[in-house]
């Protein structure tokens, strides 16, 4: 069983930047892989980035590609989203999610995550 606790987010100018961590407590080996995915209110939950833990391999959402970067740090457990050139349209909720046995193709919907975290605010004002 996994515990997600993230830190991060606030309020920040378009253009600016945020970095997201999420720490990670648990088993880590095999196919697990983590995610963000962000709500904004009115809005489904939607996929931002995933990355395998073991290999590497990120994946992201168009609308963050070229802006936002994925990574993990497997000595400390800690998953990270860096976030450049925010915009007014990036603010939301935005949560990490991990998985123990996710394939592939179930890395893009929120629905095939099994752990979550609280959830934290990053606002983009114009």
């Known amino acids: 069983q996994s515990q997600l606790e993230e830190s991060g987010g606030g309020l920040v100018q378009a253009g600016g930047s945020l970095r997201l961590s999420c720490a990670t407590s648990g088993r880590t080996s095999g196919s697990f892989a983590m995610g963000w995915f962000r709500q904004a209110p009115g809005r489904e939950r939607e996929f931002v980035a995933a990355?395998?833990?073991?290999?590497?391999?990120?994946f992201y959402a168009d609308s963050v590609k070229g802006r936002f970067t994925i990574s993990r740090d497997k000595a400390k457990s800690t998953m990270y989203l860096q976030m450049n050139s925010l915009k007014p349209e990036d603010t939301a909720v935005y949560y990490c999610a991990a998985d123990p046995s996710i394939i592939q193709s179930s890395l893009f919907s929120h629905r095939n995550y099994r752990y979550w975290g609280q959830g934290t605010q990053v606002t983009v004002s114009s």
């Open positions: 990355i395998r833990w073991s290999g590497g391999s990120v």
